[in-house]
């Protein structure tokens, strides 16, 4: 009986491993053909407000980019196949010399080396061509090894010593190992969402105080009403890797903070800044944190409850071709394998991000008149050569953030009523 769930899961994972990639493959060159359609002109919603030249410069951005994706993605598929069809991963396992738990940590430890530096030449190249390419890139070779030297360390100091944790439990638990897992790791999931914004970040940028005395009393009276003290707004100096603009928000009670990157400050007017602040703050306001907190603890628990069920079913290692069965395997399953099979509910995912970012739009279009967001968004659409077209299909599956067309209008559906309010 067991062989033969062992079959069937075999040729059920293989099947997910190819029809994942050629899906995605497929959305991107729906994508790319959207683009080749509207190559030639901005949309007409658009037309007094992106320039033919921007609108040409975010095609040819968002293609390239498209094109380096489909590579990667035929890439990953090939190394999937090696990893799993062709054994490779297995054969990996028998390779480590070490013994018990050592055995099982060195082995994830190897996997993921393995991979980080199969995918370093991929990074390189969209740092140093394709940015470069498009007057994006600001990094040095030197900054880039540096950058991944300290992200390594981190993940090796964080990652390593978290499995040596949940495989001695594995060990040494039983049947419950994976309460008490679960319950470690969601622990670890706060204190690393604790210490990120002051002690993780700054590992990389610098983050200094938003300061600007004509924009203090602006920032006040908005971070007064959102609950928010104007000591959490801060600048970090992103202009460093990339002259890419963002803003965002992150952590959570007294570490909370909102960042701006300052080469987006740079091309904002002031009543810019503070529509762009109003709508992180909307974040805030709204507890997009906690409610995320709380979806990926839901996760969590999911992936432990299931590791806690297959860790002991030899079909489920067989099935995804391992000959046998080791709390390390079956870590490196639940972080590579599985992926494929929850890849579908990634519109899911996106459609819940998509829906945060109407209502902090909606927030910040309370606080402030929407026109400066409207105008915030188009500077910043036109910095990062982010084409304002899209295809439907692509967006479902892969956009966190309304495509610019929707949220503008919903933009300007509020500016309707705030002038009908005023009359
Ligand atoms: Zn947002």
Redesign the pocket.
């Known amino acids: 009986m067991t062989n033969l769930y062992s079959y069937y899961l075999q040729v059920l994972f293989l099947s997910f491993i190819i029809i994942d990639h050629l899906t995605e493959i497929y959305l991107h060159r729906r994508q790319l053909k959207n683009f080749k359609e509207n190559q030639h002109t901005p949309p007409p919603e658009f037309a007094h407000t992106i320039t033919l030249e921007d609108h040409q410069k975010a095609i040819a951005y968002g293609t390239s980019k498209l094109q380096f994706s489909i590579a990667h993605l035929v890439f990953d598929m090939v190394l999937m196949l090696y990893w799993f069809p062709m054994r490779g991963a297995e054969k990996l396992f028998s390779l480590i010399p070490w013994s018990g738990i050592h055995h099982d940590v060195m082995f994830i430890c190897a996997f993921s080396l393995i991979q980080i530096l199969l995918n370093l030449p991929w990074s390189a190249f969209s740092t140093f061509y394709l940015e470069e390419k498009f007057g994006f890139n600001k990094s040095t070779p030197q900054l880039f090894i540096l950058d991944r030297i300290k992200g390594l360390t981190l993940g090796a100091l964080i990652g390593i010593p978290l499995l040596y944790a949940v495989i001695a439990l594995y060990n040494s638990l039983g049947t419950w190992w994976w309460v008490v897992s679960f319950l470690l790791m969601i622990g670890f999931q706060f204190f690393l969402f604790w210490i990120y914004p002051t002690l993780i970040a700054p590992l990389f940028n610098k983050f200094s105080p938003l300061e600007s005395v004509e924009l203090k009393n602006g920032i006040e009276k908005l971070v007064e009403q959102a609950g928010f003290s104007a000591k959490e707004i801060f600048m970090m100096d992103a202009s460093r890797r990339s002259s890419h603009g963002n803003a965002y928000f992150t952590g959570f009670g007294k570490n909370k903070r909102v960042v701006f990157f300052d080469t987006l400050l740079k091309q904002l007017g002031h009543a810019e800044i503070l529509a762009i602040l109003a709508?992180?703050l909307g974040?805030m306001k709204l507890k997009h944190i906690p409610k995320s907190l709380a979806l990926s603890i839901i996760g969590i628990f999911i992936s432990f409850w299931l590791m806690g069920k297959l860790s002991t079913e030899a079909w489920f290692f067989n099935g995804h071709f391992f000959r046998q069965s080791s709390p390390g395997i079956l870590i490196l399953l639940f972080t590579q394998a599985i992926p494929l099979y929850t890849f579908w509910f990634s519109p899911l995912s996106s459609w819940i991000s998509r829906k945060?970012?109407f209502e902090?739009d909606a927030y910040a279009a309370k606080e402030t008149n929407p026109i400066y967001l409207i105008q915030g968004l188009l500077k910043l659409y036109q910095q990062n050569a982010s084409p304002v077209v899209s295809d439907k299909v692509y967006s479902t599956f892969y956009h966190s953030?309304p495509p610019a067309f929707e949220r503008i209008k919903r933009l300007e559906s509020f500016k309707s009523e705030t002038r009908e309010g005023l009359s």
């Open positions: 709508h992180e974040h945060r970012e902090a953030h």
